[in-house]
Structure formats: structure tokens, C-alpha cells
């Protein structure tokens, strides 16, 4: 994942301030923009699309801010060098030491705040960063729940490939009950023979209906427990993942 940062104000000297808001708002409009067309981008092509301009966005708006505060960073060192210098020209001409001391101390105290203002934007970019990653996985995942669930109310045959998923994991059975929706009851029994043909060393397979459950929900009860391979569920495991990574950061 790239790292992107963002900036603060900044300020130093005198108020000079430079802002990078960054919307994060999703880029692209796929169920309008793609309503009436037959052929459906695929879902690499959309993530693709979506995170690159939103990519785009955020790394325009903080070059420009980066570049505006390494400016004013660098005028301060410029400032500060050239009070220096005139202090120490007048407290040697004039021999005023009291003008040469003023002079530094306040050249001393423009470089500081140049300093502390590099360290605060560079922390400040860290935590920017945190920021748009959590904002970076919700779209991710926003996007994947959005294609997953047009795919299931797009084909029946989705169901069958979550039963597959959930009958990996069976062992040491030889029988159990797949319960599913009732949107995806009818379809699942007329497939009841491809359903077996999946099922090694399974001869005694129920398929029943669940009230509760909705479009793309399956659950195969087994002699040792349940095993839920639905659609929800594996997006919910996603999304702790997710949540899991960026706090481990």
C-alpha cells in the first residue's frame, strides 16, 4: 500500500499558512456510470481505476503543499543567517555587544522554530498517513462488498461455490445439512448432484431452508459444529484483518 502523506499549516515569522485538505471521497460512481452497459468492467479494472485517481489527487495536493512549506522553512534559514551576520557586522563595527547578542538570539530563535516546524509537519505527515489508509481499506472494502453482492444477486451459481468453500473444511463426516436462503434454496437442490460430486467420502447431504438467512448466506451443519462460509461472514473476517494491520502499526 502506498505510503501518502498530508500536511498542516504551517507558520512561521510572519503568518504564512499553507493547507492540504484532502477529500477523500470515493473517485468514481461505478453502479450509475455503468448502469446501462452490457459489458461490466471487471473488478481489477475498477479497483484500478478508482485507487489510481484517488491517488492522484492526494499526491498533487501534497506535492504542492510540501513544496510551499519547504520554502518558508528555508526562508526562515535564510532570515535568521542574515540577521545573524548583520548582528555580528554591527556589534563588531559599533562594538555593541548587546546588538550582537539581541541579533543572535533572535536568529537562534527563528532556526528553532524553523526546526520545530519540520519535525511537527513530518509527524504530522505519520499520522496523515495512518489516517488515509483507514480511509484506503474502506474503500477497498466498500468496493469489494458492492461487486461481491451484484455478483450474487447476478448469478445463482455463486451459492454453489460458497458451499465448495464451506465443504473444504468439513472433515471427518459422513453426512450433514447445507442450510441456505430461501432466494438460493431452489437453486442449490436442483444442483444437489454437483453439490455430491464436491462432497468426498459425503454420501448423506440435506439441503434445507433458513427464514433468517438472506441472499448469499450459507451454513453447513456437520457431527462437529457449523461452518459458515457466507458471503457476510468472509467480508466481516476481512474487515478485522484489516483493522488488525493498521493497529499492529
Do not use: W
Request: glycine fraction near 4%.
Amino acid at each position: 500500500m502506498s505510503r501518502i502523506f498530508k500536511s498542516p499549516y504551517i507558520r512561521v515569522g510572519e503568518k504564512k499558512e499553507i493547507e492540504a485538505n484532502i477529500p477523500l471521497e470515493p473517485v468514481l460512481e461505478y453502479e450509475e456510470s455503468h448502469k446501462d452497459v452490457e459489458q461490466k468492467p471487471s473488478f481489477d479494472e475498477i479497483m484500478q481505476d478508482k485507487l489510481q485517481a484517488l491517488e492522484d489527487e492526494i499526491q498533487d495536493r501534497l506535492r504542492n503543499a510540501a513544496t510551499e512549506a519547504e520554502k518558508i522553512i528555508q526562508e526562515a534559514y535564510e532570515n535568521a543567517k542574515q540577521i545573524y551576520q548583520n548582528a555580528k557586522i554591527e556589534g563588531y563595527e559599533e562594538g555593541k555587544k548587546e546588538g550582537y547578542e539581541d541579533g543572535k538570539s533572535e536568529a537562534d530563535y527563528l532556526i528553532q522554530e524553523a526546526l520545530q516546524i519540520k519535525e511537527a509537519l513530518q509527524r504530522s505527515k505519520r499520522e496523515a498517513a495512518k489516517d488515509f489508509e483507514k480511509e484506503l481499506v474502506d474503500l477497498v472494502i466498500e468496493t469489494v462488498e458492492k461487486i461481491l453482492y451484484e455478483r450474487v444477486e447476478d448469478s445463482y451459481e455463486t451459492i454453489i461455490g460458497l458451499i465448495k468453500l464451506g465443504l473444504e473444511k468439513c472433515t471427518y463426516t459422513d453426512s450433514l445439512v447445507i442450510r441456505v436462503s430461501p432466494e438460493d434454496y431452489a437453486y442449490a437442490i436442483s444442483a444437489r448432484p454437483k453439490i455430491l460430486s464436491l462432497a468426498e467420502n459425503i454420501d448423506d447431504i440435506q439441503i434445507k431452508q433458513d427464514a433468517a438467512f438472506k441472499k448469499g448466506s450459507c451454513v453447513i451443519d456437520t457431527i462437529s459444529g457449523s461452518i459458515d462460509s457466507s458471503i457476510e461472514t468472509q467480508l466481516n473476517q476481512i474487515k478485522e484483518l484489516f483493522k488488525e494491520l493498521l493497529e499492529s502499526e
